[in-house]
């Protein structure tokens, strides 16, 4: 015991101080989310130009989209290049229950949800088994499998898609054809729920889990982690979400057909805000959508139709520079800033 | 921690029967292709001691540690726990049954703390993470690495890692600890505080089986010794008996300690 009195004269008592600190660290995080989101919310108050409320809207999307990625991708460490199939699955479940059978995109998006949780679990079960970048690789063909089938699937429309019929503005059935804030608000309310719900699981055993899985499988099964188990509960968290996303989108265009909505585009959209912004962090997705989104509707717009893929060498370059020069993302910036600030 | 899920984190539903052995191997063999890495291993280890794993390079003392821990299952034969059989039970299971190890090479989780390695293996036998925590603290209190609990794990010097090896596995709660070379590469002083440490584990009333290449940490800490020699048992029984044992002195430690 002497060593131990050595390094702790008081006993008892740090171990109290650290589980105090700990508490009071993660209230203050989420005071800090309620501060963010508030400031958030105020932003339509400012911006009223349709085509910048446009790419608020798509901004905040990518980055609920590239939080539900970071759960399975950056606390989990399974990366995946295929999600672009939940968020296409949540599209389609939802359009086709609208469109065929009216039920509400709100309902719509729970059954999408629950499709993609159940499809991840599928294709995690024969996945999982694989490691590093061979997981990748599946993914990403499973993904595309997927965009050839729905392609000649003629119940949803094929190629050709399906159109949301035309009806008045209305929160039920999530159409606003001429003031877009309530898109706003609600991938505002979406990337609340996928923040809470990545902080809360952060703090959880699911958390460390997944961590544990991603730093070293092997130890973590000898120290009780069923790693098997551990990766489908991240896929089948992170696919629903991705598929509530996918269902919003389908609202909030109106028209989708497979290119629209299972490209591999979408997949990478999912993965490099995280990328940028920093893997397995709480605010990287944000960040890193908040830099890559305007940024894509700039080069879109500057370009044109011909400037296609201009966007995707310029996200090669991002991705590469933050990998040389900030490895842990761009939120390390911040957390080194605080380091100083706190020293000083 | 309420009631309900402190019956969840009780280790076993039944209490142990402290007469018999807590670990029976018989006949255990183990091949990778050609090569036998085990073979005809049978021993028991009493509950409440320390045990000595000795042999040289390549005897098959850290296969046989991957055993015992689930992480592999042996090609024949049979591992019984507090007399279940677990031969067929993976490492979770087995951990969750009170089976624990250390890796000889250390496997922290690079990119945690020192707290949430610890907090890994007590959420084990917590649910909650308040609960988790409060367990990891104290382990960390009890094996001295306390005031690095905010560390992150890339960052501790190798000695550190070792200790928050053991650690970590101290905290899934176990009553069999296998420890795989934790003293390897430890000044003196370090070693010593290892050996303490080792003692105060066992007086916890947890049963260690070590692997250990340093006969001089070994032999006075170790209340038997088992000797290994390519794959087989060369050797059991008190260490002051196996160190003189002819066969071990040949194969093992060399002409050089036979006037010992």
Same mark, same amino acid.
């Given at each position: 015991?002497?060593?131990?009195?050595?390094?702790?004269?008081?006993?008892?008592?740090?171990?109290?101080?650290?589980?105090?600190?700990?508490?009071?660290?993660?209230?203050?995080?989420?005071?800090?989310?309620?501060?963010?989101?508030?400031?958030? +919310?105020?932003?339509?108050?400012?911006?009223?130009?349709?085509?910048?409320?446009?790419?608020?809207?798509?901004?905040?999307?990518?980055?609920?989209?590239?939080? +539900?990625?970071?759960?399975?991708?950056?606390?989990?460490?399974?990366?995946?290049?295929?999600?672009?199939?939940?968020?296409?699955?949540?599209?389609?479940?939802?359009?086709?229950?609208?469109?065929?059978?009216?039920?509400? *995109?709100?309902?719509?998006?729970?059954? !999408?949800?629950?499709?993609?949780?159940?499809?991840?679990?599928?294709?995690?079960?024969?996945?999982?088994?694989?490691?590093?970048?061979?997981?990748?690789?599946?993914?990403?063909?499973?993904?595309?499998?997927?965009?050839?089938?729905?392609?000649?699937?003629?119940?949803?429309?094929? +190629?050709?898609?399906?159109?949301?019929?035309?009806? *008045?503005?209305?929160?039920?059935?999530?159409?606003?054809?001429?003031?877009?804030?309530?898109?706003?608000?609600?991938?505002?309310?979406?990337? +609340?729920?996928?923040?809470?719900?990545?902080?809360?699981?952060?703090?959880?055993?699911?958390?460390?889990?997944?961590?544990?899985?991603?730093?070293? *499988?092997?130890?973590?099964?000898?120290?009780?982690?069923?790693?098997?188990?551990?990766?489908?509960?991240?896929?089948?968290?992170?696919?629903?979400?991705?598929?509530?996303?996918? @269902?919003?989108?389908?609202?909030?265009?109106?028209?989708?057909?497979?290119?629209?909505?299972?490209?591999?585009?979408?997949?990478?959209?999912?993965?490099?805000?995280?990328?940028? !912004?920093?893997?397995?962090?709480?605010?990287?997705?944000?960040?890193?959508?908040?830099?890559?989104?305007?940024?894509?509707?700039?080069?879109?717009?500057?370009?044109?139709?011909?400037?296609?893929?201009?966007?995707?060498?310029?996200?090669?370059?991002?991705?590469? !520079?933050?990998?040389?020069?900030?490895?842990?993302?761009?939120? @390390?910036?911040?957390?080194?800033?605080?380091?100083?600030?706190?020293?000083? | 921690?309420?009631?309900?899920? #402190?019956?969840?984190?009780?280790?076993?539903?039944?209490?142990?029967?402290?007469?018999?052995?807590?670990?029976?191997?018989?006949?255990?063999?183990?091949? =990778?292709?050609?090569?036998?890495?085990?073979?005809?291993?049978?021993?028991?280890?009493?509950?409440?001691?320390?045990?000595?794993?000795?042999?040289?390079?390549?005897?098959?003392?850290?296969?046989?540690?991957?055993?015992?821990?689930?992480?592999?299952?042996?090609?024949?034969?049979?591992?019984? =726990?507090?007399?279940?059989?677990?031969?067929?039970?993976? #490492?979770?299971?087995?951990?969750?049954?009170?089976?624990?190890?250390?890796?000889?090479?250390?496997?922290?989780?690079?990119?945690?703390?020192? /707290?949430?390695?610890?907090?890994?293996?007590?959420?084990?036998?917590?649910?909650?993470?308040?609960?988790?925590?409060? #367990?990891?603290?104290?382990?960390?209190?009890?094996?001295?690495?306390?005031?690095?609990?905010?560390?992150?794990?890339?960052?501790?010097?190798?000695?550190?890692?070792?200790? /928050?090896?053991?650690?970590?596995?101290?905290?899934?709660?176990?009553?069999?600890?296998?420890?795989?070379?934790?003293?390897?590469?430890?000044?003196?002083?370090?070693?010593?505080?290892?050996?303490?440490?080792?003692?105060?584990?066992?007086?916890?009333?947890?049963?260690?089986?070590?692997?250990?290449?340093?006969?001089?940490?070994?032999?006075?800490?170790?209340?038997? #010794?088992?000797?290994?020699?390519?794959?087989?048992?060369?050797?059991?029984?008190?260490?002051?008996?196996?160190?003189?044992?002819?066969?071990?002195?040949?194969?093992?430690?060399?002409?050089?300690?036979?006037?010992?």
């Amino acid at each position: 015991m002497t060593d131990a009195a050595i390094a702790v004269p008081a006993g008892r008592v740090p171990a109290a101080g650290a589980l105090q600190a700990h508490a009071a660290q993660r209230r203050r995080q989420l005071v800090v989310a309620a501060i963010a989101l508030a400031l958030m +919310a105020a932003v339509p108050l400012v911006v009223g130009d349709a085509y910048l409320r446009n790419i608020l809207i798509l901004t905040l999307m990518y980055a609920a989209l590239a939080q +539900a990625w970071n759960i399975l991708g950056g606390y989990c460490g399974q990366i995946s290049l295929g999600h672009a199939l939940y968020f296409g699955a949540g599209a389609y479940t939802t359009s086709v229950l609208f469109v065929h059978f009216g039920v509400l *995109p709100w309902f719509g998006m729970v059954a !999408g949800a629950l499709l993609a949780a159940v499809m991840a679990l599928l294709l995690g079960w024969l996945c999982f088994r694989l490691k590093g970048h061979y997981f990748a690789i599946a993914t990403l063909v499973i993904a595309e499998i997927g965009l050839l089938l729905v392609h000649n699937w003629d119940y949803v429309g094929a +190629a050709m898609g399906i159109q949301w019929p035309l009806g *008045p503005d209305s929160w039920a059935t999530l159409q606003f054809a001429r003031n877009k804030a309530p898109y706003f608000y609600f991938v505002l309310g979406l990337f +609340a729920l996928t923040w809470l719900i990545t902080f809360w699981v952060e703090g959880s055993r699911w958390g460390y889990w997944w961590r544990a899985v991603k730093d070293n *499988p092997e130890a973590s099964e000898s120290l009780g982690v069923t790693v098997f188990r551990s990766k489908m509960a991240a896929a089948a968290l992170s696919a629903s979400l991705t598929a509530v996303g996918g @269902g919003f989108y389908a609202a909030f265009v109106a028209y989708i057909d497979p290119d629209s909505v299972m490209h591999f585009r979408f997949s990478l959209l999912m993965v490099l805000p995280v990328v940028l !912004g920093g893997i397995g962090t709480l605010w990287g997705p944000l960040l890193g959508a908040v830099i890559l989104i305007p940024l894509t509707e700039a080069i879109r717009s500057y370009m044109g139709g011909s400037g296609t893929g201009t966007d995707l060498i310029v996200y090669g370059a991002l991705v590469m !520079g933050v990998a040389v020069l900030k490895p842990e993302g761009l939120i @390390g910036l911040f957390s080194g800033w605080r380091r100083k600030a706190g020293a000083a | 921690m309420n009631p309900a899920s #402190a019956m969840q984190s009780s280790p076993a539903p039944t209490a142990p029967d402290t007469s018999r052995p807590i670990l029976q191997l018989t006949d255990i063999w183990q091949r =990778f292709g050609g090569l036998v890495a085990n073979a005809e291993v049978t021993f028991d280890v009493p509950r409440g001691q320390i045990l000595g794993l000795i042999g040289p390079n390549g005897a098959g003392k850290s296969t046989l540690f991957g055993i015992i821990a689930g992480a592999r299952a042996p090609v024949q034969g049979q591992v019984v =726990f507090e007399g279940r059989d677990v031969t067929r039970l993976d #490492a979770p299971a087995r951990c969750t049954l009170g089976i624990a190890r250390t890796y000889q090479v250390p496997r922290s989780f690079d990119s945690m703390s020192v /707290l949430d390695n610890v907090m890994v293996g007590s959420f084990s036998r917590h649910t909650r993470a308040a609960a988790a925590r409060e #367990a990891a603290l104290e382990v960390l209190d009890f094996t001295g690495l306390i005031g690095r609990a905010a560390a992150s794990a890339g960052d501790l010097t190798p000695p550190e890692k070792r200790r /928050l090896e053991v650690a970590r596995a101290l905290a899934t709660e176990p009553r069999l600890l296998l420890l795989d070379e934790v003293m390897t590469g430890l000044t003196p002083s370090e070693a010593r505080k290892g050996v303490e440490l080792i003692r105060r584990i066992r007086d916890r009333g947890i049963t260690v089986i070590m692997v250990e290449h340093v006969m001089e940490i070994v032999m006075p800490l170790v209340d038997r #010794a088992i000797v290994l020699n390519l794959g087989r048992v060369l050797s059991q029984g008190a260490p002051h008996d196996v160190v003189r044992d002819p066969a071990v002195v040949a194969a093992y430690l060399g002409d050089r300690h036979r006037a010992a």
